[in-house]
């Protein structure tokens, strides 16, 4: 049996929340509910980077080393200090 390939998870900078951002919009492009909000396909692509700015003051955005994977969350008891709608999502 083979030894499982090992992922190498960090935490993403500024200068890599393009990169998490496109990750995110790759994965969640065929999501129904992305489709739900807007029937755009574009819509996650551009979404997406949008999100991971609101995210990375909190540090809690992830990247994989590899760039295949990518994960972005708020600490406990944080909530993000903006409104956010759908309408602005559209308005970016």
């Known amino acids: ?7 190498i998870v960090k935490r993403a900078g500024v200068d890599e929340a393009t990169l998490v951002g496109e990750i995110l919009g790759e994965a969640f492009g065929v999501d129904p509910l992305m489709k739900w909000i807007s029937p755009d ?40 200090n903006i409104r956010p709608s759908l309408a602005m999502l559209w308005d970016a």
């Open 41 to 80: 396909p574009e819509y996650p692509r551009w979404c997406w980077p949008l999100a991971v700015s609101f995210f990375l003051p909190y540090q809690e955005v992830y990247v994989t080393e590899n760039s295949l994977g990518a994960a972005m969350w708020l600490p406990p008891g944080v909530e993000l």
């Open 1 to 7: 049996m083979s030894e499982p390939s090992k992922v």
